[in-house]
């Protein structure tokens, strides 16, 4: 897995040397599997990294979820910042979905201006990426829909990055076991709550 992490950087030129990465974490497998692994490459490459966690508050324990990945920060003595919103708050138009990955989309950009990143890193993995382009063709999309999920892409400035689309959610599982780190679980959705900016509501499409 390691190998498949370093070549996908490599083969997309991800990641630069003296970089300063914004990383996603929800707490859940994939992100965590994505700071582990930019955290192994922080001293070799020169990155620096921040953590960002946005909290929707749409479960009771949501602020578990914030705590654990503060708690992970200082471990790994990465800075966080963490954000709580509440979406069902309000008369705003639209659907969750929508409103959530709007919020997301946001909170990450502003952050990263705020801390001048020069990329956001997400944990979408490979089985994501097969079941956006599946979820597309459901849907009657066009050709264009099936590449799936980008690789690389920028937004509004801001460039996103998805070190992990090659890497099956298996060896995400495996990985995280070998190291003994149990992941938290969103009990409202199996995936990953950065998922919003991948297969249902992603930056893609």
Known sequence: MALKFLETIKKYKLIQKQDTILVAVSGGADSLTLLFKLAALRNKMGLTLHIAHLDHMLRPDSGKDAAFVKKLGEKLSIPVTIKSINLKTGHIKGSLEELAREARL?????????????????????????????????????LSGLSGISVKRKIKGAIFIRPLLETSRSQIESFLKRKGVKPRIDSTNRQDLFTVLGMKCNPDQ
Do not use: Y
């Not at 502003?110 to 020069?118: G, P, R, T, V, Y």
């Not at 956001?120 to 382009?133: K, Y």
């Open 106 to 142: 946001d909170f990450l950009i502003k952050l990263a201006k705020k801390i001048k990143a020069d990329r956001i890193a997400l944990g979408h993995n490979l089985d994501d990426q097969a079941e956006t382009v599946l979820m597309r063709l459901i849907r009657g999309t066009g």
